[in-house]
């Protein structure tokens, strides 16, 4: 009887618990969010993209099963209530749909799972606030996982009444607002990652409170003030990464507290100082970056001294480095960066003992010296030198490597033939030897790295009229042999996925290839300052992904094609200094890149820890010749049409392109008035005309651009006053020369209407007599006019003269 009874409490208390299904209303809330959510992304205003969402994850979501049994849920053994929902990343956008709108209502549902211990919403595009009375009903939540969002707003004071939270991930969302005080309440928290955000203010002080945190992260946010010192106190800290905010004053001294740190990235602010001594005691240490900030003093060896170092980053700040001191490394480091650290003579022979060494950046210094064999037999995978004074030939056993993937050594005085067997380092992905002195042909070999992504060679002496055959180079994207002495026709034999072509300042001759219109991902194509002939041909319009077209300075002619307009993403065209004729195409007006300017600069892409900022795009920029940063390319948009043939009026159709910042068509034969719609330029910081045969007054409308710093109409035949406004007081006199009848303050020349009251005086005193003159002749005259016209009328058949509408002519053009 006894053991039946044993046997009937084993049931009871242990087998039935794992018997049952999920609570009910766990069940129905999960399922309410299945629904809810796939109706709200198959409503119309999602129906354009809603063909490319799928539902991998949620697919055993049903209303037949235990909600225990389906995936991404989980279940306590005991209770059977749901206490874990991974949903990471559940809605899949195919490749090339855009990302979906999934509002932050749609998880009310679950916030009835009051069971839950971990939540993990991740990677969905969830918008709008983060819903704060629903996360305080998730009392029990110990890991929150919201990374990769779009939630707005500040963080909800709710979030921090999670007592039992221990992980706290919102990472890349578009919160902003402060960190207050009351994020200490969460004394149990370990893991804090904010990064990627808005959020602004100071970081609180009361951070010290949270002594079992281990990883606080808060980088790339606009965080102001110093670092707390009481960050010291967290004595279980791991990872400090407080990296591109706006940080300033010392680096805390008692920092050397941290005893079990092994990160600390505090890079891209405006800290100043030097380094605390007690950062020598941090024996576990692995990561150290300190880079662009403005830390000053000479770099301490003791660095290197710290065993667990792996990966120094000190680079970009006012230090200096004492090159004659013996350095014996007791750290075997990956990673090291000390760009511009005022690093003199030869490259430090000490690096040769790093075994373990990947990455080399000792760019922007003052190393001179060939480049050591040593180095190049070290395997490295990354070697980044430029802006240096490194001489002399590249050793070939630099190419013996099958580890080497990016190898960058631009704006040095390197020499000599490349290696033969540069295409034996089969692994590089970036190439830049630009701006040194390589001469002679381009190594057929290299065709052979066939994971070569980016290919910089321009200004040095490279020759020839033969190019290796990049086209089964898959992977290559950007191409620079620009400032060369490259002979020869316009080589074509690049991949499909080019995206940057520049091949400007060498010796290439003939017509353009029709072979372009292969390279369908084109985006910038620089051809200038090379012999080029022929017209500007109509399949450059079949280049649907063209932004920047620079064929300026060759021997192109005849008119320029009206499909040019087809190119829809064009934002820089340059065809000046050529022999182009005919008119400016009316269809220039419709080119939507240059509607609207982007007002955002690009970031320098990073491949391999490494900063990379393409060559520079040259252009006649406000009457001189200047390069344009590739990473502020994305905020100019220019035509230049100067130095050509072209007659006619100018079409007022460009007065659509109102993101233009220049538009230059000096130096042609261009007739007529100038269009009253280049009033609408509101972005217009140049605007040339000079050198035509313009007539008719300045409009007006542009003493209105705000944005105008240069106005050159010189050497035409205008006449009338010239516009006053704002900018007009500073632009050059010398800018109204050589025309006609130009008048005002401007020139000190002073226009008739200032004389008004005199001419009024005199034009009142005739008027009485005019009147009664008119009043003795008037009908006479009339009578005598009609009569006239009326014999005349059947002998002769006049035909009304024809408007000379400068719209109207060049539509029929």
């Known amino acids: 009887m006894l053991n039946l009874t044993f046997q009937f409490l084993f049931i009871f208390c242990v087998v039935l618990p794992f018997t049952h299904s999920c609570p009910e209303n766990d069940k129905q809330a999960l399922l309410t969010f299945k629904y809810s959510l796939y109706r709200y992304l198959h409503a119309p205003s999602n129906t354009s993209a809603s063909d490319g969402f799928t539902f991998v994850p949620l697919e055993s979501w049903n209303s037949s099963t235990d909600c225990c049994d389906w995936d991404e849920v989980v279940c306590s053994n005991h209770s059977r209530s749901v206490i874990e929902l991974n949903l990471y990343s559940i809605v899949v956008t195919q490749y090339g749909e855009p990302d979906p709108q999934v509002s932050s209502t749609v998880l009310e549902p679950l916030f009835s799972i009051r069971s839950l211990t971990l939540l993990d919403i991740s990677s969905n595009q969830i918008v709008g606030l983060i819903p704060a009375m629903g996360f305080a009903n998730l009392t029990n939540l110990a890991h929150l996982d919201m990374m990769s969002n779009r939630f707005t707003g500040p963080i909800p004071p709710q979030i921090f009444s999670l007592k039992y939270l221990e992980y706290l991930d919102m990472r890349s969302n578009e919160i902003d607002g402060t960190l207050g005080k009351e994020v200490s309440s969460l004394q149990n928290l370990?893991?804090?990652?904010?990064?990627?955000?808005?959020?602004?203010?100071?970081?609180?002080?009361?951070?010290?409170?949270?002594?079992k945190l281990q990883n606080l992260t808060l980088s790339y946010n606009t965080f102001t003030g110093n670092i707390p010192s009481g960050i010291s106190h967290l004595t279980g800290l791991r990872k400090l990464d407080l990296s591109n905010n706006l940080l300033s004053e010392e680096i805390p001294e008692d920092i050397g507290n941290l005893t079990s740190i092994s990160t600390i990235a505090l890079s891209n602010n405006k800290l100043t100082g030097g380094f605390p001594s007690s950062m020598r005691k941090l024996s576990t240490l692995e990561v150290l970056r300190l880079d662009k900030n403005s830390l000053s003093g000479e770099i301490p060896t003791w660095l290197f001294g710290i065993k667990s170092l792996k990966e120094l980053f000190i680079g970009e700040n006012y230090l200096s480095w004492n090159g004659k001191t013996e350095l014996k490394p007791l750290c075997m480091l990956t990673q090291l960066s000390m760009k511009s650290c005022n690093m003199s003579g030869e490259i430090p022979k000490w690096i040769s003992t790093q075994k373990t060494l990947e990455l080399l950046d000792l760019s922007e210094n003052n190393l001179e010296g060939g480049f050591p064999t040593w180095l190049a037999a070290m395997n490295l995978s990354s070697i980044v030198l430029s802006d240096n004074f490194l001489a002399g030939p590249l050793p070939s056993q630099l190419f013996h490597s099958r580890s080497l993937s990016a190898l960058v050594l631009s704006r040095n005085k390197l020499s000599g033939e490349l290696p033969e067997n540069i295409g034996d380092a089969p692994a590089i992905m970036i190439l830049m030897l630009a701006d040194n002195n390589f001469s002679g042909p381009i190594p057929t070999s290299i065709t052979k790295i066939y994971r070569l992504l980016l290919l910089d060679l321009s200004g040095n002496r490279f020759s020839g009229n033969k190019f290796p055959d990049f086209s089964s180079n898959v992977f290559l994207s950007y191409v620079d042999f620009s400032s060369n002495q490259f002979s020869g026709e316009?080589?074509?034999?690049?991949?499909?996925?080019?995206?940057?072509?520049?091949?400007?300042?060498?010796?290439?001759?003939?017509?353009?290839?029709?072979?372009?219109?292969?390279?369908?991902?084109?985006e910038h194509l620089d051809l200038h300052d090379n012999r080029i002939t022929g017209g500007v041909p109509d399949f450059i319009s079949q280049l649907p992904s063209l932004q920047i077209l620079n064929l300026r300075n060759n021997s192109i002619e005849g008119s320029i094609p009206g499909t040019i307009s087809n190119l829809s993403s064009l934002r820089i065209l340059d065809i000046s200094s050529n022999q182009i004729t005919g008119k400016i195409p009316m269809e220039f007006g419709d080119l939507q890149g240059m509607v609207e300017t982007p007002d955002t600069l690009l970031e320098k892409s990073e491949i391999f820890e490494i900063q990379i900022e393409l060559s520079e795009l040259i252009v006649n920029w406000k009457n001189s010749i200047q390069g344009i940063s590739s990473l502020k390319v994305s905020i100019y948009s220019l035509i230049d049409l100067s130095n050509n043939q072209l007659s006619d009026e100018i079409p007022a159709s460009l007065g659509n392109l109102k993101g233009l910042k220049l538009l230059n068509i000096s130096y042609n034969i261009l007739s007529g008035p100038i269009p009253e719609s280049f009033g609408k330029f509101r972005n217009m910081e140049s605007l040339d005309m000079s050198h035509n045969s313009l007539s008719g007054s300045i409009p007006t409308s542009l003493g209105a651009l705000t944005q105008l710093s240069i106005l050159d109409v010189s050497n035409n035949k205008l006449s009338g006053k010239i516009p006053e406004g704002n900018q007009m007081s500073a632009i050059d006199p010398e800018s109204f020369a050589n025309n006609s009848a130009l008048c005002g303050w401007q020139i000190q020349v002073q226009c008739p209407e200032n004389n008004a009251p005199d001419i009024e005086k005199v034009e009142t005193g005739k008027q009485s007599m005019f009147s009664w003159i008119a009043a003795g002749i008037g009908y006479p005259v009339g009578l005598i006019i009609s009569i006239a016209c009326t014999y005349f009328s059947g002998y002769f058949q006049f035909k009304a003269r024809p408007k000379h509408n400068h719209l109207r002519r060049s539509q029929r053009a």
Not at 492 to 516: C, D, M, Q
Request: glycine fraction near 8%.
């Open 190 to 211: 370990k893991i804090l990652m904010l990064d990627n955000n808005y959020l602004n203010g100071t970081i609180p002080g009361e951070i010290k409170n949270m002594i």
């Open 490 to 522: 316009i080589p074509v034999t690049f991949t499909k996925e080019t995206i940057i072509l520049a091949l400007g300042r060498n010796n290439f001759s003939g017509r353009l290839p029709e072979e372009f219109i292969k390279l369908s991902k084109l």
